[in-house]
């Protein structure tokens, strides 16, 4: 088996082939396929001398808190039928983040499929996100919108730029490449959008992005929202409640902060008679996404808590050191370390016996460093353990907002 960057002169076809095989190749594919290797960097594993295998990895960045640190997405692993459980994913998709690393990343991120098979390369779940289904008509907003632009796939870099410029909050992440809103833009069934250009030079400040499974009557599902002020997620809230005219159900993932079951008249009374039926007024959750360090010290070096310092031994192990050749150059990150937590973050190489000792995964780790999960919550579900007291000091110093990454892939 053979290790290789892609090549869009010989591999275009077999990983199309590869693709197809998976059942992710709708028709006209391959232009999204063109535009997901336009803004990655990808690589591919050989079989007899033919790509079986392909991952992609995108640059970006991830908000921790005030500041954002160089990360990379996970925008597709795939395997052929002929090369299943022969390893080369999740081997391909380690060297693909040591080439990352390399690049400058510390954070990574992963839509996944279903959960377990990304921990096998260290990445840890992220917290549930929920998707309010409700009827515009229940919202109970009082302002009264202007009349906004129509907006098509004709506006992409507006669409983008928007999108760039949004209000972020904790775990936000952006990607430079306008492929990644293009590719969303195709795969919104109907898709329009509505917004308003309130910008000095006529940027586009505010907008949403639908689709429509049916036009007439829906439901429609937002696909994303974006805006800059309290004041702009109103007025397009206030543009969802004007279709109620004509449409009985929208989807909508709940924005970083804001609970929408809060804009709705009788949430509970509307989920009880609208059981059962195609306009069902309901509330769900998934953990769809996966993150991990890749850097423990360039992660802490971004990482300001409001707490005072706590300072312990980590013991961290990383399973993505058992994917790894020497020549790759990172091997993870496990390992014995010193970390000071607080308003100031610090890491050193070594343990200091009299020091508290916490033992952890790197998918824990990361989990409780984005402030997913608390550390006492982590003890009894993940790989992570170290004495009570510890524990709940680092409950304390991790008092993080819900991260929202606010950009699928």
Not at 310 to 318: E, P, Q
Request: hydrophobic share 40%.
């Amino acid at each position: 088996m053979r290790y290789r960057d892609y090549d869009p002169k010989v591999d275009k076809d077999p990983v199309y082939r590869i693709l197809r095989e998976v059942g992710w190749a709708e028709p006209g594919g391959q232009y999204s396929l063109d535009l997901t290797l336009e803004a990655a960097r990808a690589l591919v594993a050989e079989v007899d001398g033919s790509p079986e295998c392909i991952v992609c990895t995108a640059p970006g960045v991830m908000r921790y808190l005030e500041e954002d640190l160089p990360s990379v997405e996970v925008s597709l692993v795939a395997t052929s039928r002929i090369a299943r459980r022969q390893g080369l994913a999740s081997r391909l998709l380690a060297r693909a983040l040591a080439a990352d690393v390399a690049n400058g990343a510390v954070a990574a991120r992963v839509c996944v499929f279903d959960q377990g098979y990304y921990d096998k390369v260290g990445f840890g779940p992220g917290p549930y996100e929920h998707t309010l289904s409700f009827d515009p008509a229940a919202l109970t907003l009082k302002e009264k919108p202007r009349v906004p632009r129509r907006l098509t796939k004709d506006d992409l870099a507006l669409i983008h730029a928007s999108r760039l410029a949004r209000l972020r909050g904790h775990g936000g992440v952006n990607y430079p490449s306008t492929a990644h809103t293009q590719i969303e833009l195709d795969f919104a069934h109907k898709g329009f959008g509505l917004g308003y250009c309130d910008g000095p030079n006529g940027e586009l400040t505010h907008h949403f992005w639908c689709s429509a499974q049916e036009a007439e009557h829906g439901p429609y599902r937002i696909s994303w929202i974006a805006y800059q002020t309290r004041e702009q997620f109103l007025e397009l809230m206030g543009l969802l409640q004007g279709l109620s005219d004509q449409v009985h159900l929208v989807s909508m993932r709940e924005p970083y902060g804001i609970q929408l079951q809060d804009f709705v008249d009788r949430p509970a009374r509307r989920r009880s008679i609208t059981e059962g039926s195609r306009f069902e007024n309901r509330m769900s959750a998934h953990a769809f996404w996966q993150v991990r360090i890749l850097d423990l010290p360039g992660c802490l070096s971004h990482t300001h808590l409001s707490c005072g310092q706590v300072r312990f031994n980590l013991r961290l192990a990383d399973p993505a050191a058992a994917l790894l050749e020497d020549e790759a150059g990172w091997r993870g990150i496990a390992g014995e370390y010193v970390l000071t937590v607080g308003p100031a973050c610090d890491v050193e190489p070594g343990t200091d016996p009299s020091l508290a000792t916490l033992t952890a995964s790197v998918n824990a780790f990361s989990r409780l460093w984005l402030g997913v999960r608390p550390a006492s919550g982590l003890a009894v579900t993940s790989d992570l353990s170290g004495p009570e007291e510890l524990l709940q000091q680092l409950d304390r110093a991790f008092l993080l907002p819900q991260p929202r990454p606010d950009w699928d892939f």
